[in-house]
């Protein structure tokens, strides 16, 4: 799972949302009230943090509407909406509890033991009994690999089942009558690709010797292009008035029947 980076709630994303907890939120809220274009971007904020977070305004600020609030694991602060007065907020973040919660967004910020806890919860069937839709975003954060054997084969000494664990992978068994599927679930890691050192010709400098050198190797492959172009324009003309006797030497200088051949001087090896 990814470890939560120092973000604001103007760098907020719908993926890096599911780095934070309720109490993250009021403080990056609290953070973000300094900042005057607050009120223009607040539908925004809200949105994305609504992508991984229940969020109510409480509008009845009694103790006992606030103790239900707390029953049902809501955190209540207050947040300013604009240039009024703070108001009062409950905020929970959504749990995954199902496969249907998983998301391309929110995958990567799961463990395998919580993947393995929401497969466990929600079918029975098999990895292929899962639609290729969430085999597709489970994939994108996680290695899996299925094996089905009998179940006095499963757990076999030095087999695949006691490798997988050693490599780290979570395991979920699913019983399938005397046989049993074994699901291995180990987290990917990411892999940040490198920037290439220069997307274009403009990321040089104008005056840039580079620039000079590149041009005169083009020009110097489209003159030995057209030399060879020439060349084989050359070779195409055939002239038979042109052949000697020496186009047509063989490479028998002797008469082949006056050649010896003795068998001791051939060899069995054959050679690729």
């Known amino acids: 799972m990814k470890a939560k980076k120092n973000i604001t709630l103007k760098t ?77 907020v409950a905020i929970k973040k959504i749990p995954i509890l199902r496969v249907t919660d998983l998301s391309y967004e929110n995958i990567r910020h799961i463990s395998a033991s919580k993947l393995i806890e929401v497969l466990d919860r929600n079918f029975g069937g098999g990895w292929e009994s899962l639609s290729q839709a969430t085999r597709d975003i489970i994939e994108t954060g996680f290695d899996i690999s299925t094996t089905t054997l009998p179940k006095d084969r499963l757990h076999k000494p030095g087999g695949l089942y006691e490798a997988k664990l050693q490599d780290g992978c979570e395991v979920l068994e699913i019983s399938k009558g005397t046989w049993v599927e074994a699901i291995f679930a180990k987290e990917k890691p990411e892999i940040e690709l490198p920037k290439p050192k220069f997307a274009n010709f403009r990321d040089l400098d104008e005056d840039d010797e580079e620039l000079d050198e590149v041009e005169i190797v083009d020009s110097e492959e489209d003159d030995l292009i057209e030399e060879v172009d020439k060349q084989e324009d050359d070779d195409e003309v055939f002239d038979e008035d042109k052949l000697t006797e020496e186009s047509y030497r063989t490479t028998y200088e002797e008469n082949p029947e006056d050649l010896e051949f003795e068998a001791e001087e051939i060899s069995d090896e054959v050679v690729f």
């Open 12 to 88: 907020l994303t719908k993926s890096s949302v599911w780095d934070i907890q309720e109490n993250d939120v009021f403080r990056l809220w609290e953070a973000a009230e300094k900042d005057a274009d607050l009120k223009d971007n607040i539908r925004r904020y809200i949105e994305i943090i609504r992508s991984a977070f229940q969020l109510e305004e409480v509008k009845v600020n009694k103790p006992e509407v606030i103790s239900k609030y707390e029953a049902r694991g809501f955190k209540i602060g207050e947040v300013r909406m604009g240039d009024g007065d703070k108001q009062k």
